[in-house]
């Protein structure tokens, strides 16, 4: 390109080439302090609060979904017959409270005659109940298989047959006793 071509692209434009007022550079850096100053005390608070936000929300995520796998006796302390459905929740139900009604007749029946066989019956039902324990653990690992749900169903029955059977034996031991003493009277 020539020099004169390059003149030319200049000719038509108009520069302002007047010089600004006087006092005009600290007008502008005033501006410019009052400007900056406030948002950078306030942008360095919410640069702040947004990794921190990012960061809890990346840890919630990570309980939520990963939570099961790391914790996963929180669900095994819910997890019983009553969680698999209504059926079952109706049935674990029945069978907790026929055993606590046949509990409640054993604590009554309790004597110094009947005092060892109660004792021996709690020591079973305790028994029981840690089996019970390990049961519900295994409905969660199994994935609700439906033999842990008949093992924790006859669990239930094998506490109810071995009250009622303690609850025989009283009744003979009573009858027993009562015979005895009739036969002494007379």
Same mark, same amino acid.
């Given at each position: 390109?020539? /020099?004169?071509?390059?003149?030319? =692209?200049? *000719?038509? %434009?108009?520069?302002?080439? @007047? #010089?600004?007022?006087?006092?005009?550079? #600290?007008?502008?850096?005033?501006? %410019?302090?009052?400007?900056? !100053?406030?948002? $950078?005390?306030?942008?360095?608070?919410?640069?702040?609060?947004?990794?921190? =936000?990012?960061?809890?929300?990346?840890?919630? =995520?990570?309980?939520? %979904?990963?939570? @099961?796998?790391?914790?996963?006796?929180?669900?095994? &302390?819910?997890?019983?017959?009553?969680?698999?459905?209504? @059926?079952? &929740?109706?049935?674990? !139900?029945?069978? $907790?409270?026929?055993?606590?009604? #046949?509990?409640?007749?054993?604590?009554?029946?309790?004597?110094?005659? $009947? *005092?060892?066989?109660?004792?021996?019956? =709690?020591?079973?039902?305790?028994?029981? #109940?840690? /089996?019970?324990?390990?049961?519900?653990?295994?409905?969660? $690992?199994?994935?609700?298989?439906?033999?842990?749900?008949?093992?924790?169903?006859?669990?239930?029955?094998?506490?109810?047959?071995?009250? /009622?059977?303690? %609850?025989?034996?009283? *009744?003979?031991?009573?009858?027993?006793?009562?015979?005895?003493? !009739?036969?002494?009277?007379?």
């Amino acid at each position: 390109m020539k /020099n004169n071509d390059f003149d030319s =692209l200049f *000719e038509d %434009l108009n520069f302002d080439i @007047e #010089e600004p007022h006087t006092g005009h550079k #600290e007008r502008f850096f005033k501006k %410019l302090d009052d400007k900056f !100053e406030a948002p $950078t005390q306030k942008g360095k608070v919410r640069s702040l609060w947004g990794p921190i =936000l990012g960061i809890a929300a990346s840890f919630l =995520l990570a309980f939520f %979904l990963l939570g @099961e796998f790391v914790i996963p006796n929180s669900s095994a &302390k819910g997890s019983d017959l009553a969680s698999i459905s209504p @059926e079952m &929740k109706q049935t674990q !139900e029945f069978y $907790t409270s026929v055993i606590r009604k #046949e509990l409640n007749a054993l604590n009554a029946e309790k004597s110094p005659e $009947t *005092e060892a066989i109660i004792n021996d019956a =709690l020591i079973q039902m305790e028994k029981l #109940e840690k /089996n019970y324990e390990s049961l519900k653990e295994d409905l969660v $690992t199994s994935g609700k298989d439906n033999r842990v749900i008949y093992a924790m169903i006859q669990n239930f029955q094998q506490r109810i047959d071995l009250l /009622n059977n303690v %609850l025989t034996q009283i *009744e003979n031991i009573k009858t027993l006793k009562n015979q005895n003493h !009739e036969d002494n009277i007379i």
